[in-house]
């Protein structure tokens, strides 16, 4: 719930006190899968939502991707935000687990590729911390889809 950062002085979507950043318990996004395939019917794409799915741990990760594909079995593709300091955090192996399993798209905030305009706007990264990123991102062979 939330982003993990929410710094950026550009950004209101997560500023109100329901959007305060936690990562939701593991089984209570399990049963939501399992509730989602109960009522749902032919689902070929997934967005793990919300600011910053990538913040989870690569075991996490895996478990939801398991659940959804095995909920849904006409899934092409899964989506997600993604920061650069959370990718940072992944190797390009675990990424490449991942996309395996059905992650295939990411989208990166990168808003400018000037390091002081980033700093003024409390992104949180620099121009090479974003571009490491990304670069990692596509090694693994998950599209992107840089804003």
Not at 48 to 73: K, Y
Not at 108 to 126: C, H, M, P
């Amino acid at each position: 719930n939330g982003c993990s950062w929410n710094q950026c002085t550009f950004c209101e979507m997560y500023t109100d006190p329901q959007k305060k950043f936690y990562a939701r318990k593991e089984q209570d996004v399990l049963n939501d899968i399992n509730q989602a395939r109960q009522q749902l019917v032919g689902v070929h794409k997934v967005f793990l939502a919300d600011g910053d799915a990538m913040v989870l741990s690569t075991r996490r990760l895996s478990a939801i991707l398991d659940a959804l594909n095995e909920a849904f079995p006409e899934l092409t593709r899964v989506g997600a935000y993604c920061l650069p300091r959370n990718i940072a955090n992944k190797t390009v192996e675990e990424l490449v687990e991942l996309k395996n399993k059905g992650l295939s798209i990411l989208y990166v905030g990168i808003e400018s590729g000037d390091d002081e305009v980033l700093k003024r706007i409390q992104k949180g990264e620099t121009a090479e911390s974003t571009y490491n990123a990304v670069t990692k991102i596509k090694k693994a062979g998950i599209k992107t889809s840089v804003m």
